[in-house]
């Protein structure tokens, strides 16, 4: 069945409730919902289950959850073995300053690009504490976590978001008749014209370095760390206690080695799902014979550690049954099917660039509307004429805006959590520059549609 305009009123209806409560979980959850009354009328309760079930069911999603509560696990071991206050007297040291915080985070993001939930995540344990000694608001540290993430792993060729996306344009015929020497060398070609991803990251550059103005939500943030010294709001306070009653003491071991490791194995095996295991009985083997922590405390840490992060699973889960409920609804294909009529070689690419902006920051799937997508636009690219690069750029460009822009989007829900802060209140103080950068990308689109030939 074709549900047309009616594809659009969960979305548009979460994206409501969503601002005006400042609730991702309980919007992600009614929007659901109400993707099932309009497919299935009164009996939608039974398919809003079993969709519900198939979203906790995916292999990919499993291992998403998997990844986030186990990181929670390795954080509490980490800050109960007091390893994170070794670092930050170390870092102290390098960070004098609020400028130097804030281009450390930074360059750390830079550094960690193989993966963006193992960026976000290890640089959000790293720098929140050296960040909060020089009154880094913690909705500026969640920005940088978000923009030097996703952006850093779509622009350097070598790391998980790049594996995905060579292996779906590989699939096209239009670009295997580009006749490229790999999947490699095609993608090294459209990296130039990423336009988002480097936008974003010169912009957050330009952040740390105090040259980009405090707008909207983030002056504000920034004059509550001023009058109160308080680097996070009162609603943040709750993922917040622990941290507060703890000692910075601890030995720069306890945390470097740990890291190490974590990062060197996601790097050698592309899973982060093994290396975080592997890293907690790391912790286990590190802390238990010199007494950092007893065996039974390890035990213990394991589940609380991963229960601390069930708000972040819990948004994770809701945005995960909303994109089945926006698939089976057939979103993505109606989307293209408004714009198509409108297209032209030059237009195409800054017009796709929208259209999977729109349709990623409605879904929250990165990778899965692309998936779906890449099928339609290709093709249709070679039909009408439109470059390729550009083409295959814009769609990179849309799945990162989308990623770094939609509250519920696993970007924005790990950055929060990096961060340690309410994942609304990071939403908010990022939005104004995520579409600052995508209206610079729409004029270079735009601009490159017209001069480069196809």
């Given at each position: 069945m074709e549900y047309g305009a009616l594809t659009l009123i969960p979305i548009i209806f979460i994206i409501v409730m969503a601002v005006l409560t400042r609730k991702s979980f309980e919007s992600l959850l009614a929007g659901s919902v109400l993707a099932c009354i309009i497919m299935h009328g009164t009996g939608f309760f039974l398919p809003w289950v079993e969709t519900l079930l198939a979203a906790i069911s995916d292999l990919e999603n499993q291992s998403v959850i998997l990844i986030c509560g186990l990181f929670g696990?390795?954080?509490?071991?980490?800050?109960?073995?007091?390893?994170?206050?070794?670092?930050?007297r170390i870092g102290e040291k390098l960070c004098r300053t609020e400028r130097g915080a804030l281009l450390g985070t930074f360059v750390l993001g830079a550094v960690i690009f193989v993966d963006d939930y193992l960026n976000m995540l290890t640089v959000g344990l790293c720098m929140r504490d050296i960040c909060d000694r020089k009154k880094v608001p913690r909705e500026a540290l969640a920005y940088l976590l978000d923009s030097t993430g996703t952006p850093f792993c779509v622009i350097i060729p070598f790391s998980t978001w790049t594996a995905f996306y060579i292996s779906l344009f590989m699939r096209e015929e239009a670009i295997i008749n580009m006749n490229f020497p790999s999947g490699f060398s095609m993608y090294i070609r459209t990296i130039p014209f990423i336009f988002y991803a480097i936008i974003t990251v010169i912009m957050v550059w330009m952040f740390a370095m105090g040259w980009m103005p405090k707008i909207g939500p983030m002056k504000k943030a920034y004059e509550r760390t001023r009058a109160t010294g308080m680097t996070y709001s009162e609603e943040s306070r709750k993922y917040n206690e622990e941290e507060e009653t703890g000692e910075e003491d601890g030995q720069l071991i306890d945390f470097a080695l740990p890291m190490g490791v974590l990062i060197g194995?996601?790097?050698?095996?592309?899973?982060?799902?093994?290396?975080?295991?592997?890293?907690?009985?790391l912790c286990l083997l590190l802390y238990v014979?010199?007494?950092?922590?007893?065996?039974?405390?390890?035990?213990?840490?394991?589940?609380?550690?991963?229960?601390?992060m069930m708000p972040t699973l819990a948004i994770l889960?809701?945005?995960?049954?909303?994109?089945?409920?926006?698939?089976?609804?057939?979103?993505?294909e109606y989307v293209i099917s408004l714009v198509q009529p409108y297209v032209t070689p030059a237009t195409y690419p800054v017009i796709i660039f929208l259209v999977v902006a729109v349709l990623t920051f409605a879904t929250s799937s990165t990778w899965g509307i692309s998936t779906i997508v890449i099928p339609i636009i290709v093709?249709?690219?070679?039909a009408v004429g439109a470059n390729m690069i550009l083409t295959m750029a814009a769609i990179l460009?849309?799945?990162?805006?989308?990623?770094?822009?939609?509250?519920?989007?696993?970007?924005t829900v790990l950055a929060s959590a990096g961060a340690k802060i309410e994942n609304m209140e990071h939403a908010f103080t990022q939005m104004p520059y995520a579409f600052i950068g995508a209206a610079l990308t729409c004029v270079c689109l735009l601009v490159s549609g017209f001069v480069m030939p196809v």
């Open positions: 696990s390795l954080i509490a071991m980490l800050r109960e073995s007091r390893g994170t206050g070794g670092f930050t194995v996601t790097i050698v095996t592309e899973d982060i799902l093994r290396a975080v295991i592997l890293t907690l009985f014979p010199r007494r950092r922590l007893t065996f039974s405390k390890w035990g213990e840490l394991l589940i609380s550690g991963y229960c601390e889960v809701g945005a995960f049954t909303v994109a089945r409920c926006c698939g089976d609804m057939q979103l993505p093709p249709l690219a070679a460009s849309g799945s990162t805006f989308g990623s770094h822009a939609c509250f519920y989007s696993d970007a």
